[in-house]
């Protein structure tokens, strides 16, 4: 038995109807158990993926080689942050709160985004990630701009903007170091071919494959298929490459004048299972990061509430 | 110091210390170094925060403060290569200068430590920096005035923020006072450095540039005092004075951090970014 199956016929039917309306949904309204659980799931993720999405760019903040570049990718990493906090103040209006995520996250519960366990070894690596990655995470956040669920779809309208920045940030980086010297031409290169296959897997297993797409769909929380919103990045990314003379590492890429789709190959599934399963390159240490990070930080955070409630009983003293 | 040891200094790259140093040279270039170096080195050690701080909240804080910084000394060091006049733009000032021509206090080199260090070193720069700044702002040299209204804006936000941190975190935990109290008594003698003047400071006084540094050393004193009580923290009785930043004579941890922070534009000579 499913979980919507359990659920009140009439207002599951009355919320079906409501969607197929194109109407959304808010906090207080009725949803079934399975959407707002689906909902949680795909925002706290989104929400850790921001946050652990500090560690790669974070890695080169201290080694930016110019004090403009160094000053947009602190900004970008404070965005990123921002987008992190955002989502979950998102999630908690689905009655889940930040704490029991990061719970989630540290045990290894929650996922986040697999593309942040990918290592930055070269500076060229910040201005693809900004090209590539942000490219992927901006056409995904267009289409759940439109989700039924309304706060989510509020903070990526919101989130879309910034990401656009990031983006346009990282192409400018790309472009600068592919008319450079040699070594910054190589160095950019090689770190499309390092970030392609990894950028295209953002969207997702295959909609064959892809176990929750079919109910997220049908619920308006995903309004376009993985295979849809894959094939519409490389069709955006593949004449960015071209403008600026750089190659993505696909022997089968080829255009289909008749679709008009820049068609790619087949997509290495192992690699993605292998990094989801937590043998990425650097997920270890993205987790060891975090966790340090919240061990670190115990005592900050104990001091702080020990203070406030200091504060709270000086203040009722005060009154009494 | 004989003439002789000053010309031996300076051929090692090390400007002479007393009370003509640097006015030799280029005071206002020299005074501009230091303003911005302070911001440039503190901006680091802040931004190695970004993605490990205790709470997400601040996580961006502190990211936003390094940014805050970094911005300040861009646009110091900018101005700083236009009054040398020798082509030096803010990166060739802030990328292809060695150790000894950084001019910044030894208080904002320090490795950033844990959350205690970070924020009473912060508390006691930004104390010292809004009262600079509101002085700064009346400076003869419009520029520098402009960037000096831009900064305290910002000051005085950062001091709120670092000055509550110090006060939470002395009157937390038995941990945390005990982690704030160690950081103070370790930097308490490295502020003394905010108010040693010299030959540069003297001669942007006394065209109406700069500021006099030994005049803030009381209100800095009451402002941080006040802050400490409330934090329940002893200030520190350390008499010893903290000198060399502004001659460019630093810490061991300068170099380190100078290594990192330039190698990209080293390594690549003449590359644009």
């Known amino acids: ?320 | 110091m004989t003439e002789a040891r000053a010309q031996a200094a300076t051929a090692a790259g090390v400007a002479p210390s007393g009370p003509t140093a640097g006015v030799a040279g280029n005071p206002l270039f020299e005074y501009l170094c230091r303003l911005g170096d302070d911001r440039l080195v503190l901006g680091h050690r802040l931004s190695e925060w970004a993605g490990h701080a205790p709470i997400l909240e601040e996580d961006i804080a502190l990211s936003n403060f390094a940014l805050d910084f970094v911005g300040q000394a861009a646009a110091l060091l900018k101005l700083a290569g236009e009054v040398e006049g020798k082509g030096r733009d803010e990166d060739a000032l802030a990328y292809h200068r060695d150790e000894n021509e950084f001019r910044n206090l030894l208080l904002v080199e320090l490795p950033k430590g844990d959350f205690a260090f970070t924020m009473v070193r912060q508390y006691l720069f930004d104390a010292f920096d809004v009262l600079a700044l509101e002085r700064l702002v009346k400076s003869k040299h419009e520029v520098l005035a402009g960037i000096a209204a831009k900064a305290l804006k910002e000051a005085k936000y950062h001091v709120r923020h670092s000055g509550e941190w110090v006060v939470r975190l002395g009157d937390g935990t038995e941990e945390s006072h005990r982690r704030t109290q160690a950081a103070l008594d370790e930097l308490w003698s490295y502020a003394s450095e905010f108010f040693l003047a010299d030959g540069v400071d003297t001669a942007m006084v006394a065209q109406g540039i700069g500021l006099d540094l030994p005049s803030l050393k009381a209100p800095w004193e009451i402002t941080v005092r006040e802050t400490l009580t409330r934090a329940t923290l002893t200030v520190p009785n350390d008499p010893r004075v903290v000198r060399g930043g502004r001659l460019g004579r630093h810490s061991e941890h300068l170099g380190h951090m100078l290594a990192e922070m330039q190698i990209l534009p080293r390594s690549h000579p003449g590359a644009q970014w």
């Open chain 1, 1 to 320: 038995m499913t979980v919507a199956a359990a659920e009140d016929p009439v207002k599951l039917a009355e919320f079906e109807a409501r969607l197929e309306r194109g109407e959304t949904i808010e906090p207080k309204d009725w949803m079934p158990e399975k959407y707002r659980k689906q909902l949680v799931r795909m925002m706290s993720q989104h929400a850790h993926s921001e946050v652990v999405g500090m560690l790669p760019e974070g890695n080169w903040i201290t080694r930016a080689p110019s004090l403009r570049r160094k000053m947009v990718l602190l900004a970008k990493v404070q965005d990123e942050g921002g987008h992190g906090l955002y989502i979950y103040c998102g999630t908690e209006t689905l009655g889940v709160g930040r704490e029991e995520l990061i719970e989630q996250l540290l045990t290894g519960k929650a996922k986040y985004s697999s593309i942040f366990n990918y290592p930055t070894l070269t500076w060229a690596d910040i201005g693809v990630i900004g090209w590539l990655v942000d490219g992927a995470a901006i056409v995904n956040q267009t289409m759940l701009a439109k989700t039924s669920y309304g706060p989510y779809a509020r903070a990526m309208i919101r989130i879309c903007k910034e990401e656009n920045f990031h983006k346009r940030q990282g192409y400018e980086i790309c472009t600068v170091m592919a008319k450079g010297t040699p070594a910054q031409r190589a160095m950019v290169q090689d770190a499309v071919n390092r970030w392609w296959w990894p950028s295209l897997m953002m969207f997702g297993p295959s909609d064959a494959t892809s176990p929750n797409s079919a109910e997220l769909m049908r619920w308006r929380v995903k309004r376009e298929t993985n295979d849809a919103l894959r094939q519409r990045f490389v069709n955006l990314t593949i004449p960015q490459a071209q403008a600026i003379g750089l190659s993505v590492p696909d022997p089968d890429l080829r255009y289909n004048a008749e679709t008009e789709n820049w068609e790619f190959g087949p997509i290495d599934w192992s690699e993605f299972q292998a990094v989801i399963a937590g043998n990425g390159p650097c997920n270890r240490e993205r987790m060891a990061a975090r966790r340090k990070a919240h061990a670190d930080g115990a005592w900050v955070r104990e001091a702080a509430e020990v203070h406030a409630e200091k504060q709270a009983a000086r203040a009722r003293e005060h009154a009494a």
